[in-house]
């Protein structure tokens, strides 16, 4: 593979750092990146390694993209809310180096799938907002002996480290167990400031064109932390941990476990109010998940589609139709729009449900994610 007039064009501020060189740059051209997540983080991360010449870009993301987003997640446009995010980004890669190669993958990522796609790339990047995701990752990474480039926000700070490598530590070696469900808000609860991503992902990019190309000192081993108000960066180094369940001497996790479970974001889900369409989806694929659904729209609503799977109980039977419904597992509710639903979940509250999760904005948000194009 060589390059061709035109990238020897494009990349020349590449090319002429002695340390990157040309040699660095036809690395970066036959390299392959998953992405995972086009959010804050993908954005930035996406961006400049298709500017940079990364051959083969992945992306990863089940999500539509929102007008809430676009404060920092700048590879989408006003013009594509309520596209799906990988189409969105896919379109602004394109624009920025149309030599980039991309590949989609616009599922969530799950046990049963993580490996197979991860193992079609050189190097990961985790731009999740999510601890079960993160630690599918981390695990998927070490048993496929992938890099993982770690970023994380939440706020007005960010963290970023480099795990995976050979004899560098993981995420479990730092983080060993999740947190409570619950003690960790997300960026959706607590708020973020639309430049941290930036900064942070930013950072990734440049670890992942390091490793590419192996030139400087790689974040293994480091922490690094960035607090955005004080404009300070501070360092935390760890080890590994010889006794880490995933990469350790003799390590408990030889395949991919049940994530949700293990962070307690099934539990959560449990006692949940509310999901969104993106939250359900994520709550089908994994199969783990024992979920029961009940449409309580009127028959002839029915016509207007339906979701795969689910039991019809038009809103006025549901008193008379109780025993169908079950007590224990996830039920999620839905109507047309998620305002019927919620009074059958008052009502059934009221008869000692615990155990039922509306859908916001009921199958028509269902519908504008999944049937995009
Ligand atoms: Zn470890």
Same mark, same amino acid.
């Not at 997540?37 to 940079?52: D, E, F, R």
């Not at 006794?243 to 390590?251: L, Q, T, Y």
């Given at each position: ?16 750092? +002695? ?88 599922? +969530? ?191 002839? /609503?029915?016509? /207007?589609?339906?979701? /795969? ?65």
């Amino acid at each position: 593979m060589l390059l061709t007039a035109h990238e020897l064009e494009r990349y020349r501020r590449h090319i002429i750092l +002695p340390e990157l060189g040309h040699e660095g740059q036809l690395k970066l051209k036959q390299a392959s990146v998953l992405i995972i997540g086009t959010g804050g983080l993908g954005s930035p991360v996406a961006m400049y390694l298709a500017a940079s010449g990364v051959g083969h870009i992945g992306l990863v993301d089940f999500d539509v993209v929102d007008l809430s987003n676009l404060q920092r997640q700048i590879i989408h446009r006003t013009s594509f809310v309520g596209q799906q995010k990988t189409w969105s980004a896919s379109e602004a890669l394109r624009e920025i180096n149309p030599h980039v190669r991309l590949s989609v993958f616009d599922h +969530p990522l799950n046990r049963n799938n993580a490996l197979e796609i991860i193992q079609q790339f050189d190097i990961i990047c985790d731009g999740t907002d999510n601890f079960a995701t993160r630690y599918l990752i981390n695990d998927a990474c070490v048993l496929a002996g992938k890099f993982n480039v770690f970023g994380s926000i939440r706020q007005f700070e960010g963290q970023v480290s480099v795990f995976g490598s050979p004899d560098g530590p993981c995420y479990r070696c730092l983080f060993p167990e999740p947190p409570e469900p619950g003690t960790v808000p997300s960026c959706a609860e607590a708020g973020v400031l639309g430049v941290l991503p930036g900064v942070i992902g930013t950072l990734q990019a440049t670890e992942v064109i390091k490793q590419i190309t192996g030139i400087g000192a790689p974040l293994v081993g480091r922490l690094l932390k960035y607090d955005a108000l004080a404009m300070h960066f501070g360092e935390v180094k760890f080890r590994k941990d010889p006794d880490c369940a995933c990469c350790g001497d003799s390590p408990s996790i030889t395949e991919l476990v049940d994530y949700e479970a293990f962070c307690g974001a099934q539990q959560q889900w449990g006692h949940a109010e509310e999901v969104s369409a993106a939250e359900l989806l994520q709550l089908i694929s994994d199969s783990t998940n024992q979920l029961t659904l009940i449409d309580v729209r009127a028959p002839f /609503e029915l016509l /207007e589609g339906e979701i /795969e799977g689910a039991i019809n109980i038009p809103m006025d039977d549901i008193p008379d139709r109780m025993n169908d419904i079950p007590k224990e597992g996830p039920v999620v509710v839905f109507c047309h729009l998620g305002m019927r639903s919620r009074h059958v979940i008052n009502f059934l509250k009221k008869e000692g449900f615990s155990n039922l999760i509306n859908l916001t904005g009921g199958i028509a948000a269902w519908q504008a994610l999944t049937d995009n194009p």
